[in-house]
């Protein structure tokens, strides 16, 4: 089984690799923007350190632990599976089960991973109360646990910004967020591009390269993938890409999204819950319609304990409305994309700053409904 895996991943290095870059478009300077996005005078500058333990694998995780280590205190266990915080025990994703018993627990939820034995904890009283961050996931949690306890977390995504500064786009330039993950619906990215669309650059991590090496490797010669780049890379890239194409099949926030939206990128996703709350259709961004999408049965290998509780699943959009969506970007006026791409980093620094604000209130909240 080993051998297996470690031929599948190989392969898929291989696969990619044949993909990556030869020259890396995005760090070569800007001959003429398409359109400009302008920073206001005060982008909201949340003063977060790095987590002070290790073993977050996704990044979105990560940024989550870095907000409440940030609002709340506390400390990382080792591992990152909770944060020891000093009113409570918060549990990331997952109830851990060792630490159930310690002292008064919340979980962060992430209502499209909330396991069936999640759900069997929290309605055992094993958590004391559940952390929602979007409207899907507070439903969700109405729904699967009535009687659990919710308080909102004013979760938000931190993007370094200078005041005033001018962010030039390239219409000629897309790109596409897979990290470490099989759900960012990269395979119909893949599937929908074509020659006369813009160069697009794909970053993945190789755990990703094993789901999506293979559609990769069938697109055409304009798309290029690139593994593990440094973090300053890919804001340089989401700061010249004019479009964001980032179809999630399932999202507990999406960083990626209103990271995307920060630097002013037309953020392509799809029309259903949460992705459909940070954007809105041809406002902040594009939404793609999901009436002839494919559900994905996300935790099919993982046994009766780990299936995900929430019937909603996990649906792809069509490829075909991707490339429409794609296609309408570059189709409009240069005036109509600036338009949206403020918007979207107005809309962006305005939550930000909201709930930057928000968190004193959230905080006594959790504290009260523990205590």
């Known amino acids: 089984m080993t051998a297996t895996l470690a031929l599948a991943l190989l392969l898929a290095l291989a696969l990619v690799a044949i993909y990556a870059p030869a020259d890396p478009w995005w760090r070569l300077p800007l001959r003429g923007p398409s359109h400009t996005v302008r920073v206001g005078a005060s982008p909201p500058r949340p003063a977060l350190g790095p987590p002070r333990a290790a073993g977050f694998f996704a990044r979105g995780l990560a940024i989550d632990a870095r907000i409440l280590v940030a609002h709340l205190g506390g400390t990382l266990r080792a591992g990152g599976a909770s944060l ?23 979980l962060l939820v992430n209502h499209e991973v909330l396991s069936t034995a999640d759900v069997a904890r929290m309605r055992r009283g094993a958590v004391a109360v559940a952390l929602v961050k979007t409207d899907t996931g507070a439903r969700a949690v109405a729904a699967l646990c009535p009687g659990v306890r919710q308080v909102r977390v004013p979760m938000y995504t931190p993007c370094a910004m200078r005041a005033g500064e001018r962010i030039h786009k390239d219409i000629g330039c897309a790109i596409h967020l897979a990290g470490h993950s099989w759900m960012k619906g990269t395979e119909a990215v893949a599937r929908a591009w074509a020659p006369d669309m813009p160069r697009l650059l794909i970053t993945c991590s190789p755990k990703a390269a094993l789901f999506h090496g293979a559609a990769i490797a069938r697109a055409p010669r304009n798309v290029c993938a690139a593994m593990a ?20 099949a399932c999202e507990g926030w999406s960083h ?9 990128c037309i953020v392509i996703t799809c029309d259903r819950p949460p ?3 940070a954007v809105r259709h041809m406002e902040t961004g594009i939404l793609v319609p999901m009436h002839d999408s494919v559900r994905i049965p996300v935790w099919a290998a993982y046994g009766a304990s780990a299936r ?11 490829p075909a409305r991707v490339a429409e969506a794609v296609r309408a970007v570059q189709r409009m006026a240069p005036a109509e994309r600036a338009r949206i791409a403020q918007n979207a980093h107005d809309a962006w620094a305005a939550h930000t700053a909201a709930a930057i604000a928000a968190w004193p209130r959230a ?6 409904a523990v205590g």
């Not at 995900?308 to 069509?318: E, I, M, N, Y």
């Open 256 to 264: 990626a999204i209103r990271e995307a939206m920060a630097c002013g």
């Open 308 to 318: 995900p509780a929430d019937a909603g699943g996990a649906r792809l959009p069509a």
């Open 363 to 368: 905080a006594a909240e959790l504290a009260e």
């Open 229 to 248: 780049l440094e973090r300053a890379e890919v804001l340089a890239a989401l700061r010249r890409c004019a479009i964001a194409v980032l179809p999630s």
């Open 275 to 277: 992705m459909n709350e």
């Open 84 to 106: 020891r915080a000093g009113c409570a025990d918060v549990f990331f994703e997952h109830v851990a089960v060792a630490d159930v018993a310690r002292r008064p627990g919340a």
